[in-house]
């Protein structure tokens, strides 16, 4: 009798203790993946597809920071305190933009890098809300990613201020096996 209650309580534990941070993550994968043609993480064919047919695909979050540059609220994002080991595309297109080795903890409340990948995004000056700055875009599909500064750590200077709603993260496969 004893032996059996034990054995239940081990079963309820295990179950307790599955990986649920990487089965979130596939389920997150999988949403903004599903009905979008045009993701691909290793197509980096240009695409030129019009904002009517990006509102169309996208979720509306998604939508206003990657078609409309609209900001997410500072320290809301899922990547702000967020160290797992992999890779960051572009949540639009599937386009590599950042390794995990170049993300550093910041303060500004939104997820940064100190080096994006030159293949993956391209630069654009931006004078609105009376400011200079200059606006990130993802290379393949020129979706918005945020802004890029020169008070960043070693070894570049540089801080890419990113929307996490912009970035889909996909772990290692090590530490996915964990
Ligand atoms: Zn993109």
């Not at 599955?18 to 064919?45: G, H, V």
């Not at 990613?145 to 890419?160: I, K, M, Q």
Request: aromatic residues 10%; contains cysteine; glycine residues 8%.
């Amino acid at each position: 009798m004893k032996l059996s209650i034990l054995f239940l309580i081990g079963i309820m534990l295990q179950s307790c203790t599955q990986p649920i941070k990487s089965q979130n993550l596939k389920a997150m994968e999988q949403s903004t993946t599903k009905n979008n043609p045009y993701y691909s993480r290793t197509d980096r064919t240009k695409l030129n597809v019009s904002n009517d047919e990006w509102k169309k695909i996208l979720d509306p979050d998604l939508y206003a920071v990657a078609r409309e540059a609209h900001t997410e609220r500072p320290g809301t994002g899922k990547y702000n305190n967020f160290d797992g080991l992999g890779e960051y595309y572009c949540a639009v297109c599937g386009n590599h933009l950042f390794r995990s080795d170049a993300k550093f903890a910041s303060t500004c409340g939104w997820p940064s890098f100190y080096e994006a990948d030159k293949e993956g995004v391209i630069y654009k000056r931006d004078s609105s809300y009376g400011m200079e700055r200059t606006e990130v875009l993802c290379k393949r599909c020129g979706s918005h990613l945020g802004h890029v500064f020169n008070d960043g750590p070693p070894p570049t200077g540089t801080r890419f201020c990113m929307n996490s709603v912009s970035l889909d993260f996909v772990p290692d496969a090590k530490s996915e096996a964990k």
